[in-house]
């Protein structure tokens, strides 16, 4: 129960369609909250699958609610945090989990446009700067709260070839910079984590679909780039890094942006 008593909210906790057992990783955090104790605001912008994860919640004897919420969209943030602060009256966490790439059309820097780029800065970034922006009083007023991202790898690996997400993934790490620093005076923290290559619908799945290779075919070779025996990792590693730094456990840290990646950035390493 590491985090009992806990009021958090998880942006993105429903999932991309895809095959096999593969769970992403906004449920899989949402699932890992709930089991240590929290009550979880379970946000995605189809209601039927936040409503999903909420019942995959329940059913293990969680407590968990679904709110519909589209994250280009500031007044959706803002509602959320209210629903979350009527139910409840406080939020010591808010985990943004939503990101897009391929699916939302992004390229090389010679064949991205406009329409994408901004898209998909929409989504990855300016989502989660109006959630904060909407939540951050809450904790400031509480003096104690997390802030947690998903970014990735992606924002610090020079040869990644897309670059709405690149630089969109990139914002997020400085944005949770600047916010941890201005806001450790009133005990707020902000941590975010850079996974790596990972066994998830949104990472396989939709490149499998927009390669038309199977999605089997996808896995291979993604392991095969892992450093760490040679597999990728799972929703449930980035979900129980989320549950540490959400937790009491990491009391004394922020500003921090943790690689989950099986050895793939390590400098050195090829």
Not at 30 to 53: H, Y
Request: aromatic share 4%.
């Amino acid at each position: 129960m590491r985090m009992k008593n806990k009021i958090a909210i998880v942006v993105g906790a429903g999932q991309s369609p895809g095959e096999g057992s593969s769970v992403g990783n906004g449920r899989a955090t949402a699932m890992t909250f709930a089991r240590e104790g929290a009550k979880v605001l379970s946000i995605d912008r189809t209601l039927s699958a936040a409503a999903e994860t909420a019942a995959l919640i329940k059913k293990a004897g969680g407590v968990a609610e679904a709110f519909e919420a589209n994250v280009t969209k500031e007044a959706e943030m803002k509602a959320m945090v209210e629903d979350a602060m009527q139910r409840w009256g406080r939020i010591d966490v808010l985990h943004y989990n939503v990101g897009v790439s391929l699916a939302g059309g992004d390229k090389n820097p010679l064949e991205i446009t406009e329409e994408a780029f901004d898209n998909v800065n929409a989504i990855n970034l300016r989502g989660f700067i109006m959630a904060v922006k909407h939540t951050l009083p809450i904790m400031r007023k509480q003096q104690s709260g997390v802030i947690l991202s998903i970014s990735s790898v992606a924002a610090i690996a020079a040869d990644y070839p897309l670059v709405a997400y690149r630089t969109s993934k990139a914002g997020m790490i400085a944005f949770t910079e600047q916010i941890a620093r201005q806001n450790a005076d009133v005990g707020v923290r902000a941590n975010v984590i850079l996974p790596g290559l990972m066994d998830t619908p949104m990472a396989v799945d939709t490149r499998a679909r927009e390669w038309g290779k199977s999605r089997a075919e996808v896995a291979a070779a993604r392991d095969a780039r892992v450093p760490l025996r040679h597999k990728m990792g799972t929703a449930w590693d980035v979900a129980n890094a989320c549950l540490f730094l959400a937790s009491d456990e990491a009391n004394f840290i922020t500003g921090v942006a943790l690689a989950v990646d099986g050895g793939a950035t390590l400098r050195g390493g090829g």
